[in-house]
């Protein structure tokens, strides 16, 4: 297993991150003893890095792999989860006041049975709390111990860098990761999100890197996803996010490449991904040890640059404006005369 640091912090996590939201999952995840057989492998397989949240079967993914970290050392593994979600029907216990992080991170730190947690994100964004406070809350769970680094998810670029600016200026801790919905079928967040960790010096996580199973190439086109599977379950939600012929256009591609190379498409998705130095670490999931194992051949091995580029290009991504206007610009304003 290959490791990264988080962005430029001293923290180094491997490059695939082991993902819990199927822990727990009644409808398309695992059971807690699938769920420590899973994570056992993964350490085993040299992993250090674990991502969850409480949100997930309503802190029950937090409890299994609580549960499952139990026969392992606990110094040497990086356990990251977070806060934002509504947990309960009162009216504070959602969002990103001081009141609900101090809240949520003790009852975070119950379920996963430890006195730390390495990496504590924020699960989105709070439009009615000022980010002093939420900044401000997060700093004092790193003066106390509880928390060693925070970072964000599903935040814009804008924000990313209004909060360490925030940080900056009030002399608090920073952001150092941001995790965000990246994959060869949806690819946004190249437009601003991207450039903006990288100008930070924060690390990017990768969720749903493999669309929700739609890069597995699983999927026949014609046809709708099998009763049973992910996509059937959240069909609301994947379908007009996953579902279109470009999508398919893509899958046949990484067919391609993954017959030249003796894998298999899911495994040529997570590579495509890593080729990119600015992303850390990418999130899987699995309901079982055949799926984790699969996917941790990508852990050791590179994708080579022209498979990249052709996986790029098969669906050209429009970056759109202002990138339009600087590649119409930027060579005659700035090359030598």
């Known amino acids: 297993m290959k490791y990264r640091n988080l962005g430029r912090s001293g923290l180094r996590v491997s490059r695939i991150c082991m993902g819990t939201m199927t822990y727990g999952m009644k409808d398309w995840g695992c059971d807690r003893d699938m769920s420590i057989a899973i994570t056992n492998r993964f350490i085993e397989a040299g992993g250090n890095f674990f991502d969850t949240a409480d949100m997930y079967s309503q802190g029950v993914s937090e409890q299994y792999l609580g549960h499952a970290l139990k026969n392992h050392d606990r110094d040497d593994l990086v356990v990251a989860t977070k806060c934002w979600f509504r947990m309960r029907p009162s009216a504070n216990a959602m969002g990103l006041s001081r009141k609900h992080i101090l809240e949520s991170i003790d009852a975070s730190l119950q379920r996963l049975g430890t006195d730390y947690i390495d990496l504590y994100q924020v699960h989105g964004p709070d439009p009615f709390t000022p980010m002093e406070e939420t900044l401000g809350a997060l700093n004092d769970l790193v003066r106390a111990g509880k928390v060693r680094y925070i970072g964000c998810s599903n935040y814009y670029a804008w924000q990313i860098v209004k909060s360490n600016a925030i940080s900056d200026q009030l002399g608090l801790a920073r952001l150092c990761s941001s995790q965000n919905l990246y994959n060869l079928i949806r690819r946004d967040i190249e437009r601003e999100i991207l450039p903006a960790c990288q100008d930070q010096g924060m690390g990017l996580l990768c969720w749903s890197p493999l669309a929700s199973g739609m890069l597995t190439g699983k999927y026949p086109r014609g046809k709708g996803p099998a009763e049973g599977t992910r996509i059937a379950h959240r069909a609301a939600i994947d379908m007009p996010r996953y579902w279109n012929e470009s999508t398919f256009q893509i899958i046949d591609l990484l067919k391609q490449i993954a017959n030249t190379h003796n894998l298999n498409p899911s ?39 022209q498979d990249q580029r052709q996986l790029c290009d098969v669906i050209p991504f429009e970056h759109g404006y202002p990138r339009e206007w600087i590649d119409m610009t930027f060579e005659k304003n700035f090359n030598q005369p």
């Open 267 to 305: 495994q040529i998705a997570l590579a495509w991904l890593l080729h990119d130095p600015r992303v850390t670490s990418v999130i899987i999931g699995a309901r079982n040890i055949d799926q984790l194992s699969d996917n941790l051949v990508v852990g050791d091995w590179d994708l080579p640059p």
